[in-house]
């Protein structure tokens, strides 16, 4: 009786071996899906992490065979990364942290999804005049004094064409980077709502006396949680009070968006988007834009400042009832 639950228990553990093996071959298979059959040694690592008590900071052997993995519960300790994964590593070759990427594009999962343009780098700050056509453009892009604490990236894509921005490669974030600073901003490719109907938002329609934003960079991401909060407990005023169009910062796609770290551009976020590309009234149309913008960087308690390419003065302030689009920005 004894020797049955012998061989019983050791038929268990033998299952339980092989279905933690199959977890991370899962996720193995995943990464290659994602990316064109490949997967790089930083996400096998990253992986190896997921399961085992195993440092991803660590180096893998060149033999994956020579490395012995033990579960994090410590009940077994003789599993062969080669058990998982025995192929080739893609190679990912660093970008510089010397150097701009204003203009790149950005794939911000590493999913193969282009999901926006990069209009600033932290690493090395303004790249223009600072000043996007007069002095309500002004804008201040940080410079990261210690780049080491700003995270690392890869060319996903050689090069990628997109409404009417020049040509450039697609950058990508390299995995396991906990602690490490986002170290670009982006803003997407196209607006928030339906592109067809071209819809556009008001501000906060029934607001008179709101506050509480910023305009300086780095203020958008703020901006919007704090207006989305303040909208959601209708402090400035009834919503969607605009019987023609809705309020912005009830956008069920501003608030599903917003999770993911999507926010509403402040008002030198956008100057620091048109003057580091050169965007303009001549060429906005080319580059998908349409005319008018908010941000979210209010300048009165019943007024904010919108974008308008068509006009040669294109920052400018609007009553929170008028409608204007919506395009998001967000940090990687």
């Given at each position: 009786?004894?020797?049955?639950?012998?061989?019983?228990?050791?038929?268990?553990?033998?299952?339980?071996?092989?279905?933690?093996?199959?977890?991370?071959?899962?996720?193995?298979?995943?990464?290659?899906?994602?990316?064109?059959?490949?997967?790089?040694?930083?996400?096998?690592?990253?992986?190896?992490?997921?399961?085992?008590?195993?440092?991803?900071?660590?180096?893998?052997?060149?033999?994956?065979?020579?490395?012995?993995?033990?579960?994090?519960?410590?009940?077994?300790?003789?599993?062969?990364?080669?058990?998982?994964?025995?192929?080739?590593?893609?190679?990912?070759?660093?970008?510089?942290?010397?150097?701009?990427?204003?203009?790149y594009f950005a794939d911000i999962e590493g999913d193969g999804t282009v999901d926006g343009i990069i209009y600033a780098d932290l690493a090395k700050g303004n790249t223009g005049s600072g000043k996007w056509y007069n002095s309500n453009g002004t804008y201040t892009i940080p410079k990261e004094k210690d780049v080491s604490t700003l995270k690392q990236y890869y060319i996903?894509?050689?090069?990628?064409?997109?409404?009417?921005?020049?040509?450039?490669?697609?950058?990508?974030?390299?995995?396991?980077?906990?602690?490490?600073?986002?170290?670009?901003?982006?803003?997407?490719?196209?607006?928030?709502?339906?592109?067809?109907?071209?819809?556009?938002?008001?501000?906060?329609?029934?607001?008179?006396?709101?506050?509480?934003?910023?305009?300086?960079?780095?203020?958008?991401?703020?901006?919007?949680?704090?207006?989305?909060?303040?909208?959601?407990?209708?402090?400035?005023?009834?919503?969607?009070?605009?019987?023609?169009?809705?309020?912005?910062?009830?956008?069920?796609?501003?608030?599903?968006?917003?999770?993911?770290?999507?926010?509403?551009?402040?008002?030198?976020?956008?100057?620091?988007?048109?003057?580091?590309?050169?965007?303009?009234?001549?060429?906005?149309?080319?580059?998908?834009?349409?005319?008018?913008?908010?941000?979210?960087?209010?300048?009165?308690?019943?007024?904010?400042?919108?974008?308008?390419?068509?006009?040669?003065?294109?920052?400018?302030?609007?009553?929170?009832?008028?409608?204007?689009?919506?395009?998001?920005?967000?940090?990687?």
């Amino acid at each position: 009786m004894v020797g049955l639950i012998d061989k019983a228990q050791r038929a268990k553990d033998v299952t339980q071996r092989e279905y933690i093996i199959e977890l991370a071959q899962i996720e193995v298979l995943e990464k290659q899906t994602n990316n064109q059959g490949k997967i790089t040694e930083e996400e096998f690592k990253g992986i190896l992490a997921n399961y085992f008590t195993f440092d991803p900071e660590s180096e893998l052997p060149e033999d994956l065979s020579e490395l012995t993995l033990t579960t994090k519960d410590g009940k077994y300790s003789d599993i062969l990364a080669s058990e998982i994964y025995n192929g080739r590593f893609e190679k990912k070759e660093l970008i510089s942290q010397d150097e701009s990427y204003v203009g790149y594009f950005a794939d911000i999962e590493g999913d193969g999804t282009v999901d926006g343009i990069i209009y600033a780098d932290l690493a090395k700050g303004n790249t223009g005049s600072g000043k996007w056509y007069n002095s309500n453009g002004t804008y201040t892009i940080p410079k990261e004094k210690d780049v080491s604490t700003l995270k690392q990236y890869y060319i996903k894509e050689e090069a990628h064409e997109e409404s009417g921005f020049d040509s450039k490669p697609v950058l990508a974030p390299i995995e396991n980077q906990e602690g490490k600073k986002d170290r670009f901003y982006v803003m997407a490719l196209k607006n928030i709502g339906d592109q067809e109907k071209g819809e556009t938002y008001c501000w906060y329609s029934a607001a008179s006396s709101a506050g509480g934003t910023s305009s300086g960079f780095g203020g958008g991401k703020k901006n919007t949680e704090t207006m989305m909060e303040k909208w959601e407990n209708a402090e400035y005023g009834k919503q969607n009070a605009n019987a023609s169009y809705k309020d912005m910062w009830g956008i069920e796609e501003l608030k599903t968006k917003n999770v993911q770290g999507w926010f509403v551009p402040s008002k030198a976020e956008w100057s620091a988007f048109g003057g580091e590309l050169g965007i303009n009234t001549s060429n906005y149309q080319t580059k998908g834009l349409s005319d008018k913008y908010w941000s979210s960087s209010l300048i009165s308690s019943n007024q904010a400042y919108g974008v308008n390419f068509a006009e040669t003065k294109p920052l400018s302030n609007y009553n929170l009832s008028r409608d204007r689009y919506i395009r998001l920005s967000v940090t990687f």
